[in-house]
């Protein structure tokens, strides 16, 4: 069993930042790809950034240039750079933790970011 706690989210001005970060329970990333995704009312869940347990990146076309994904591995954390922030990308965000050679997936409970125009 993993547990992820999201932090960091809130309310911000467009064009401002914020940093999201979700401590993992124990140290799964040499074998678990970590993910963010975002979650309006109404709308399918939907994938902003990953990175896979190898290091490999990638990210949504509407945040590129935008969000950054990053781990540090000796704190379990992964994190979640967003710049630039627009109203569009208010949201519940949620952190993803998806098991490289298993059907394990496990999610935290979610971090409302809110932009202001």
């Known amino acids: 069993q993993v547990q992820l706690v999201e932090s960091g989210g809130g309310l911000v001005q467009a064009g401002g930042s914020l940093r999201l970060s979700c401590a993992a329970s124990?140290?799964?990333?040499?074998?678990?790809?970590m993910g963010w995704y975002r979650q309006a009312p109404g709308k399918q869940r939907e994938l902003v950034a990953a990175i896979t347990s190898g290091g490999s990146t990638n990210s949504a076309d509407s945040v590129k240039g935008r969000f950054t994904i990053s781990r540090d591995n000796a704190k379990n954390t992964v994190y979640l750079q967003m710049n630039s922030l627009k109203p569009e990308d208010t949201n519940v965000y949620y952190c993803n933790a998806r098991s490289t050679w298993s059907a394990y997936v496990y999610w935290g409970q979610g971090t409302q970011v809110t932009v202001s125009s």
């Open positions: 124990r140290n799964i990333f040499s074998t678990y790809t």
